[in-house]
């Protein structure tokens, strides 16, 4: 897996809707595996995970790190074909189009950082899971 750094935004507003992109999955390994699930570990009050999908690049111009829904610059994520549906399958030593998102709704003023992404695969018959950092600052301004 590939980490990222710390996503923000301070100027979104209760009630609405925006869509966090996971760190990307990377195989580094010499065997194929399947990523079967992506979550966020922690959820800070103020912030509801609605549900998790995942696009392919070509569908949503690359990887937009962070997008309010509505904003016209952004992909109709409701719209696009959900990838999140069959595992994800990716060859040893190599990433993949298709990436993970988390839908969120802003229900209140958060004011702690959603924290740490989740990745669930199979590898060779065994299924692992593996934490790594992840961050959204996203306050209401």
């Not at 925006?18 to 195989?27: M, S, V």
């Not at 995970?49 to 937009?64: K, Q």
């Not at 959900?82 to 004011?111: F, I, R």
């Amino acid at each position: 897996m590939i980490a990222q750094g710390v996503t923000d935004n301070y100027s979104a507003k209760v009630d609405e809707t925006w869509w966090f992109t996971l760190p990307p999955p990377y195989n580094v390994s010499d065997d194929p595996l399947e990523v079967i699930d992506a979550s966020v570990v922690k959820v800070p009050d103020g912030i509801k995970i609605v549900r998790y999908r995942a696009y392919h690049r070509d569908d949503t111009d690359g990887m937009p790190l962070l997008a309010r829904e509505g904003d016209q610059q952004n992909p109709d994520f409701a719209r696009l074909k959900d990838y999140a549906k069959a595992p994800l399958k990716l060859a040893p030593d190599s990433g993949g189009d298709v990436y993970y998102v988390a839908e969120l709704e802003v229900t209140a003023p958060p004011k702690e950082n959603l924290r740490d992404c989740r990745f669930t695969y199979r590898q060779n018959g065994h299924t692992f899971t593996q934490t790594m950092g992840c961050e959204l600052e996203l306050r209401v301004g």
